[in-house]
């Protein structure tokens, strides 16, 4: 399997979702870094399930346990350690199940790969692997921000319905991560009603990061756009992305779709932060197609690896809507991508290859 993300900051996660724990071991850091655990716990609590009605019953603290890399609230260049002990797992919910594929699920592909079904609850690919990148990208998150770059990240929309404006500060404060007041109540009813109907609800997430400088990103195979679009789509339940205004440039022309520059800079950003692969300075505007949780408990046709049809009807916590909690995830991963491009550009000029954040931002190496 592949568990490890990045090249310069490197993050190994580990851990099955009805084990004892699941974790990640963060190296790269630069040391003097500071870790507010109260930090980590809040971006935790966000991912967290069990916190509305809206989200799966799961009860987990996922409070996160430093280990190693952290002295006195600081980096000290060692690799850091993160533990988030599973509390509430129930492996044997997952008995009836373990025989049949669940449609929507890896379950047939994961046998393929394999030759064995997967662990109860899909181990490895149960969204519980998430809780480990959430706190990942809290230290990536804290390089960022000592760096004058922070992301954040709200709901779109649910179902049918979409929001028609964006205030992140109330996205912060609804369950759904909703960035439309409007529109929130309409949004709440969609999910509560299909979970009701035991179904389930898709939607779409944005996540912005701020600050970001120009001439972060590697071409032609680091691009950073590229590599956000990977570490989106390596999110469970992540079906499509696109970056500013992605798919819609397609029926744009080209006068309507470039972002024009003045003396002051892009007069637009349809970009969505990126040309070449390459950070224009802009905000890195990313969109996440987020399919409907596969774990409902509506009668369902399947099969197994004995290859007789038969009918599932899957019972236990699940999210109606798997976008409130995606919302996290997403932010880390950006989080962890934008910080990997800039130790990646900062190594660079420590090299005397390229300026420190582009040509702009300060002198060039002696003799340039």
């Known amino acids: 399997m592949a568990d490890c993300f990045g090249r310069y900051l490197r993050v190994t996660t580990f851990g099955e979702s009805h084990g004892p724990a699941v974790g990640a071991v963060v190296e790269g850091l630069p040391a003097g870094l500071e870790v507010s655990l109260d930090e980590i716990r809040r971006l935790m609590d966000r991912r967290r399930p069990g916190a509305s009605d809206l989200v799966s019953s799961r009860n987990e603290p996922d409070r996160v346990e430093v280990l190693s890399g952290v002295e006195s609230g600081r980096t000290i260049g060692s690799p850091v350690a993160l533990l988030i002990r599973n509390l509430d797992a129930r492996p044997e919910e997952y008995r009836r199940t373990r025989k049949l594929f669940r449609p929507g699920h890896a379950d047939f592909t994961w046998f393929e790969k394999f030759g064995r079904m997967p662990p109860s609850g899909g181990g490895r690919l149960s969204g519980r692997e998430t809780a480990a990148r959430v706190a990942a990208g809290a230290l990536a998150m804290s390089f960022m921000a000592s760096l004058g770059m922070k992301v954040r990240g709200y709901t779109l929309s649910v179902g049918p319905v979409s929001c028609r404006k964006v205030v992140p500060e109330f996205a912060e404060q ?155 995830v997403a932010e880390a991963m950006a989080a962890l991508v934008i910080a990997d491009a800039a130790i990646a550009q900062r190594t660079r000029n420590m090299d005397g290859y390229y300026y420190f954040f582009g040509p702009r931002a300060r002198n060039g190496p002696p003799g340039v």
Not at 195 to 212: H, L, M, N, P
Not at 289 to 302: E, F, H, L, M, W
């Open 174 to 328: 609804h369950p759904l991560r909703c960035a439309d007041p409007d529109v929130a109540s309409e949004m709440t009813d969609v999910v509560r009603k299909a979970s009701s109907s035991g179904d389930s609800v898709g939607g779409r997430i944005e996540v912005v990061a701020e600050g970001v400088p120009a001439g972060l990103g590697e071409p032609v195979f680091g691009k950073l756009d590229a590599l956000l679009a990977g570490a989106m789509v390596s999110v469970g339940g992540v079906k499509g992305v696109e970056i500013g205004e992605g798919f819609r440039l397609c029926r744009l022309k080209g006068s309507e779709a470039n972002d024009q520059m003045s003396r002051e800079g892009f007069l637009s950003n349809r970009c969505g932060g990126t040309l070449g692969g390459i950070s224009t300075g802009r905000p890195i505007v990313v969109r996440l197609a987020v399919k409907p949780t596969p774990s409902i408990s509506n009668r369902q046709r399947t099969t197994g690896p004995d290859g007789e049809d038969a009918d599932l009807e899957i019972h236990g916590r699940h999210d109606p809507c798997l976008c409130p909690r995606v919302v996290a």
